[in-house]
């Protein structure tokens, strides 16, 4: 889709932007990424989209907060962090079900995470996951 396509433009254009080697910056950025990613992955397990919905960017692509899921399992896949680490995509799969209706389903979320330099924080642009 649109957001894959935008992913891959966004990871060749930092790979050709970056220059110079991981500061200090690069590891304090990863770390803040980590709680963050953590926190915000802890909120989808408990299915408390509404408090998840702080972690979206402005801009976020999906931001309709899901009725009626409860989330069984939420397990991560892989991380890439783009070469300037402004910006990562985390693939987690999750799977869950409907209130009204048992079955379990599992998705891939693909989730593009930007950090914001003004606020120091790493925002959601791709939103909630596609339930």
Known sequence: GTVMRRLILLLVAAAVLAAGCASTFDFRREEVFEDT????????????????????????????????????????????????????????EISYYRENDMRLKTLMDQQLWQFNEAKQTWQLKSGFPPF
């Open 37 to 92: 990613v953590r926190a915000y992955g802890r909120l989808i397990t408990w299915s408390d989209f509404g408090t998840a919905s702080a972690y979206l960017a402005p801009d976020a692509e999906n931001k309709t907060v899901p009725k009626g899921v409860r989330v069984a399992t939420y397990d991560f896949k892989q991380l890439v962090f783009t070469q300037d680490k402004m910006a990562a995509v985390n693939l987690i």
